[in-house]
Nanobody, 121 residues
Framework: QVQLVESGGGLVQAGGSLRLSCTAS??????VGWFRQAPGKEREFVAH????????YHANSVKGRFAISRDNAENSVSLQMNSLKPEDTAVYSC??????????????WGWGKGTLVTVPS
């Protein structure tokens, strides 16, 4: 079974940038999503990229600031995060899409353990 591992999280000042990576344990071209969960809040959709790389979807809250991309040769999906805000603080997890509504966390499986992004206010 495919396993996903996230990396790249950390502490960054407001306005800064981070690049998260999601690496799969095996060579498999799959559609992938990024979700995040802040302390005390529901998990929320961040971005989705199909196996072909297009079209990608981004949540309205991150549109224009975050960009999802993929490198199938490297079995990886990245999330470039720019102009970070304190409200972006959360654990970010990548996950494999199984079909249906791309914004619905229930349509994904094989969740990674996540990587913490902290943007102090």
């Amino acid at each position: 079974q495919v396993q996903l591992v996230e990396s790249g999280g950390g502490l960054v000042q407001a306005g800064g940038s981070l690049r998260l990576s999601c690496t799969a344990s095996e060579r498999a071209v799959r559609s992938v999503g990024w979700f995040r969960q802040a302390p005390g809040k529901e998990r929320e959709f961040v971005a989705h990229i199909p196996w072909s790389g297009s079209p990608a979807y981004h949540a309205n809250s991150v549109k224009g600031r975050f960009a999802i991309s993929r490198d199938n040769a490297e079995n990886s999906v990245s999330l470039q995060m720019n102009s970070l805000k304190p409200e972006d603080t959360a654990v970010y997890s990548c996950t494999i899409y199984s079909g249906g509504n791309v914004y619905d966390a229930m349509k994904y499986w094989g969740w990674g353990k996540g990587t913490l992004v902290t943007v102090p206010s």
